[in-house]
């Protein structure tokens, strides 16, 4: 079968499923997949470089907001 987020195997009830994927390089860009939605991803054109970050509600899983921090200009 398949599970949220390409996950080998279901998460229990009252959790939250996610994968958050680095990247290669500048081969493979970065992604973030939360309850089997892509927050972040180099498709959506919402990366950058250094720090990918998802801010979500815990209760109620809603995306509150998504940001890059470039860790490598300083």
Same mark, same amino acid.
């Not at 860009?29 to 509600?57: H, Y």
């Given at each position: *079968?398949?599970?949220? #987020? +390409? %996950?080998?195997? /279901? #998460? *229990?009830?009252?959790?939250?499923?996610?994968?958050?994927?680095? +990247?290669?390089?500048?081969?493979?860009? *970065? /992604?973030? #997949?939360?309850?089997?939605?892509?927050?972040?991803?180099?498709?959506? %054109?919402?990366?950058?470089? +250094?720090?990918?970050?998802? !801010?979500?509600? +815990? @209760? @109620?899983?809603?995306? !509150?907001? @998504?940001?890059?921090?470039?860790?490598?200009?300083?």
């Amino acid at each position: *079968p398949r599970h949220k #987020c +390409g %996950n080998q195997k /279901s #998460c *229990p009830q009252n959790y939250f499923a996610f994968k958050i994927i680095s +990247g290669a390089a500048n081969v493979v860009g *970065p /992604s973030i #997949c939360f309850e089997d939605l892509v927050l972040m991803s180099s498709v959506k %054109n919402n990366i950058g470089r +250094g720090l990918n970050i998802a !801010l979500v509600n +815990g @209760t @109620t899983g809603q995306l !509150l907001k @998504t940001d890059a921090f470039d860790m490598y200009s300083g």
